[in-house]
């Protein structure tokens, strides 16, 4: 569908332009004080070629930003394993520094914490549970 010309803009076309400006300001292209009066002079238009006339000197916008990868586990289980990995490292610590001042090796309690809660971690993960597969919803 062809516009004609002088065809009245819409608040969303303004609000792309300024977007497309403010990426132009963050790439330097555009000092503030440029910025400030190329945003103002877009919500002074009223017309679609006036709204081009702001970008004309600017270079067309690349491609599209690459879209993040998703990540394989969400950031909680991601949070529970760091929680695991550092409560897991402190209890060895205890162990070993308890077994140093005894001067033998003592009973291998840590296992009890490490063992199950990873273990527990392990089957979550791997299940998918809590990352939205056991309810059916796409993590």
């Known amino acids: 569908m062809e516009i004609s010309t002088g065809t009245r803009a819409s608040d969303a076309e303004r609000d792309r332009i300024v977007g497309e400006l403010g990426r132009h300001l963050g ?18 238009t009223t017309t679609r070629e006036d709204l081009q006339q702001v970008l004309a000197d600017l270079p067309a916008p690349s491609t599209p930003a690459p879209r993040r990868r998703r990540r394989r586990f969400p950031i ?22 308890v077994s140093l001042g005894v001067g033998a090796f003592t ?3 840590p296992i009890w914490v490490i063992g199950p809660w990873g273990a527990v971690l392990a089957v979550r993960a791997a299940t998918g549970i809590e990352a939205g597969a056991c309810h059916g919803r796409k993590a």
Do not use: H, K, P
């Open 27 to 44: 790439e330097g292209r555009l000092d503030l004080t440029e910025y400030d009066q190329r945003v103002a002079q877009v919500y002074r």
């Open 76 to 97: 909680w289980q991601r949070i529970e394993a760091s929680a695991w990995l550092s409560v897991s490292v402190l209890v060895l610590v205890i162990w070993a520094a």
């Open 107 to 109: 009973y291998f309690w």
